[in-house]
């Protein structure tokens, strides 16, 4: 099995330029999360779905959209990209229970 | 609003020994903790999970202890190896949501 596999790995970015960030999972998982890490930060929550065709706000949504309009797939999305923005990008996925996340290998994100 | 803190400071141990981290959380009574491992460049990578009701999970050389009075969890690799060199992270379930620790980095000594 694949497990998470976000696409793609690495980006550059201009200053209000768009882009969308793909995960998918193979694990049929019911929820899935996008999260940001940066340095002195650590990881925090910006989207999370419980599960297809329904998504929520986490802990910094500013700036993002999501959709999951398949259960295997949850889409990141940046309409106009900011410096801020620069930071490395992880996708989750996990069962109802939610007692283990298998993350994905991140996506690198710097805008410029 | 809840807090989860783990060392900042990086935590050197020679190979062979004991390596403690701590992780501690504020005004929330989790039903369970995680623990994670992340490498440079990757994602982190889940350990072990621990119940509010069990005071101490093993799985070969790694322990985990919690603590709802002391709000603490305690992570221990016995026989430590400079592979176990990683961050490590807690995480604790609020409502919906898992909320992560900014991690320890652990060097393992050779």
């Known amino acids: 099995n694949a497990g998470v596999t976000q696409t793609p790995k690495f980006r550059v970015l201009k200053t209000g330029q768009s882009m969308t960030l793909l995960c998918a999972q193979d694990?049929?998982?019911?929820?899935m999360y996008w999260y940001r890490q940066d340095p002195g930060m650590g990881l925090r929550l910006i989207h999370y779905s419980v599960g297809e065709g329904t998504t929520a706000k986490g802990e910094v949504p500013d700036g993002y959209n999501v959709s999951r309009l398949k259960k295997q797939n949850f889409l990141l999305g940046l309409e106009s990209a900011a410096p801020s923005q620069t930071s490395v990008y992880f996708c989750?996925?996990?069962?109802?229970?939610?007692?283990?996340?298998?993350f994905g290998s991140g996506t690198r994100l710097t805008v410029v | 609003s809840q807090k989860i803190e783990q060392n900042s400071e990086a935590l050197n141990i020679q190979e062979g020994k004991t390596a403690t981290l701590t992780c501690n959380y504020t005004?929330?009574?989790?039903?369970?903790l995680q623990w994670y491992r992340q490498d440079p460049g990757r994602g982190p990578v889940f350990l072990l999970l621990?119940?509010?009701?069990?005071k101490e999970k093993r799985k070969e050389r790694l322990k985990v202890t919690f603590d709802t009075t002391l709000k603490q969890s305690l992570f221990h690799i016995t026989a430590s190896q400079p592979a176990d060199s990683a961050t490590y992270l807690c995480a604790l379930n609020r409502d919906d949501k898992i909320i992560f620790g900014k991690g320890t980095r652990l060097h393992i000594l050779p």
């Open positions: 694990m049929n998982h019911e929820y």
């Open positions: 989750a996925s996990s069962r109802r229970d939610r007692n283990r996340y298998t």
């Open positions: 621990i119940r509010e009701n069990e």
């Open positions: 005004n929330y009574s989790p039903a369970y």
